[in-house]
Every structure is written in structure tokens, then in C-alpha cells.
């Protein structure tokens, strides 16, 4: 659906995305992991039209859209969070929905825009929240706007930029549970995150980030596997961690106990 062929950004000559080559296929959740800096929200910004690239070339659909602006590409189905939630504050949360319908052009009118955003709040779960201000929502409330206001233009490609940084474990896990839903209705999904059991249980493929590079791309218990993923990203802490984790499962598999839930690794603890 979406290919990024040798794609290269650099910043005042400095790669934030270095020759990346990448396929998102159809249908698929392709979750994107890498430690801070790692390019990773440049290269959404590269597949949403934020950013031009230096070099190389995405392809949408098979058509080359790497000049097209951002609101063009919404209009052929591409939709993204920000990491840095940016509601408008003079907006209440309707209205800012309004407006994420009207961008993607798919819209013909302002009530069919409304008629749209009504049903994204409720599917995110904002419907009782609507008349509030953009600046008046809790983190995990600004985290559903963004993915209502990027649900408002129909996406046929969602990419989703650390919707879950901030939320409690269970806000993750309706997160996570509306990812799903979002996916199965059809919508091919590329995904930002840190908590690493969000990711896993959420992709059915992961693609690792280190230094702008792929250093990765496969599927969740390989990508976890991968020494060099280990050693890159989830650091010597966490390697011990599953080696002991994975010690603890065969001896409990050995004696017949039931297997104990996954632990709630995150990112940062894999790094602490
Ligand atoms: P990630 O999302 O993986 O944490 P980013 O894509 O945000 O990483 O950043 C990758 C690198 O590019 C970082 O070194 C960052 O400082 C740099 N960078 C990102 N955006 C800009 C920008 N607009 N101008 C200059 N440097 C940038
Ligand atoms: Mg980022």
C-alpha cells in the first residue's frame, strides 16, 4: 500500500531518516519502534507530507506522492496523530473534529462533516465530551482527539505517532483495543509507541528505528529476539530480563503451571 524506497531527510545535514526502505502492506498494523531521536516521527511527518524529503521516494498506492502537501494526501486516505498534541483551543472538541473532516476533502458539506465527527467522538469514546475546549482535555483525552480528528477523513492509512506516552494501563488497553477495532474495520495502521506490550500484542509486524536507519523489520517476537535490536534499543537490562523471563516460562511449562501474564515492560524500563 504505501512503499518509502531509499527515503533520506537530513536537518541542516544532520540524517534524521537515512536511507530507509520500508513497505506498510495492506490491511496490516506495522508498529515502528526506536529509541528517542531515532527518526521515527520524521518518518511519519515524511509519509504524511510534513516533511519533504532529502532523497528517495514514497509511493502511495503505487502513485508517487512524495511532493504532494499534506491535505492532498489526506484526501487520497492518509491520516496521522502528532506526537505533540495541537488542538485548536477556540474550538470546542466537535468542532475541532469538524475541522479534521473538512481537510481530508471527503466531506461535501459542513453537516456531513459534523454527521462524521459525531460518529468518531463516539467511537473514541468523546461523545460526552464534545462542547469542551481543545485546551480543557486530560492526556488521554487529547490523545482521542487526535485519533478522532485523524479518523474524520475516512483514512485508508492511519499512522498513529505515541497515541498511548502518558495513559494509565488500562487507558492503554482501550487504546490498544481501538486500534484493533480500527484495523479490523479495514484501515491499514502504522504505529508509533513505547510501551512495549502495547506494541507487540497490537502489530503484526514492527519495524526498528536506531540513528534514522532500519535496523529491523519483522515480525514482533523476532523483532524481540533480534540481538541487534537488544543491544540498539532495548538495552542489557532488558535482554536479562526476558532471559530470565523465558528461563522462568520453560520451568513453569516443564512442571504443568499455568503461564503468568506478560510483564508491562515499557520502553524506558528497557532502558533504565
Ligand atoms: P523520534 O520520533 O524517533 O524520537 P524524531 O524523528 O523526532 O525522532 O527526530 C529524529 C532526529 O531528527 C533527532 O535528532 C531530532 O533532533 C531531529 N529533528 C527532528 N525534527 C527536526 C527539525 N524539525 N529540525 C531539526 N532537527 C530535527
Ligand atoms: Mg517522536
Do not use: C
Request: charged share 25%; glycine share 10%; hydrophobic share 45%.
Amino acid at each position: 500500500m504505501l512503499e518509502l524506497e531509499h527515503v533520506t531527510k537530513r536537518f541542516g545535514g544532520l540524517p534524521a531518516v537515512e536511507d530507509l526502505s520500508v513497505s506498510v502492506r495492506t490491511g496490516e498494523v506495522l508498529g515502528v519502534i526506536g529509541p528517542n531521536g531515532a527518526g521515527k516521527s520524521t518518518a511519519i511527518s515524511l509519509i504524511g507530507g510534513a516533511l519533504a524529503p532529502t532523497a528517495g521516494t514514497v509511493r502511495f498506492q503505487g502513485r508517487d506522492i512524495t511532493r504532494l502537501a499534506p491535505h492532498q494526501r489526506a484526501q487520497l486516505g492518509i491520516a496521522r496523530t502528532f506526537q505533540i498534541t495541537q488542538p485548536f483551543t477556540q474550538l470546542d472538541i466537535r468542532e475541532n473534529v469538524i475541522v479534521g473532516a473538512l481537510f481530508g476533502g471527503h466531506a461535501r458539506s459542513r453537516a456531513q462533516a459534523a454527521q462524521r465527527a459525531d460518529a468518531v467522538l463516539e467511537r473514541v469514546g468523546l461523545a460526552r465530551k464534545a462542547r469542551l475546549a481543545g485546551d480543557e482535555l486530560t492526556v488521554a483525552d487529547r490523545k482521542r482527539l487526535e485519533m478522532a480528528r485523524a479518523l474524520a477523513i475516512h483514512p485508508q492509512l492511519l499512522l498513529l505517532d505515541e497515541v498511548m506516552a502518558g495513559l494509565t494501563p488500562r487507558e492503554v488497553g482501550e487504546a490498544v483495543e481501538l486500534i484493533r477495532e480500527i484495523n479490523q474495520s479495514g484501515v491499514t495502521v502504522l504505529v508509533i509507541e513505547h510501551v512495549m506490550r502495547a506494541i507487540t500484542g497490537v502489530s503484526d509486524r514492527i519495524l526498528v528505528l536506531h540513528h534514522g536507519r532500519k535496523i529491523a523489520e519483522d515480525a514482533p517476537d523476532a523483532v524481540l529476539a533480534d540481538p541487534k535490536v537488544i543491544e540498539a534499543y532495548l538495552g542489557e537490562r532488558y535482554a536479562r530480563q526476558r532471559a530470565a523471563e523465558q528461563a522462568r516460562r520453560a520451568a513453569e511449562t516443564a512442571s504443568g503451571a499455568p503461564k503468568p501474564p506478560a510483564p508491562d515492560d515499557t520502553w524506558k524500563e528497557g532502558l533504565a
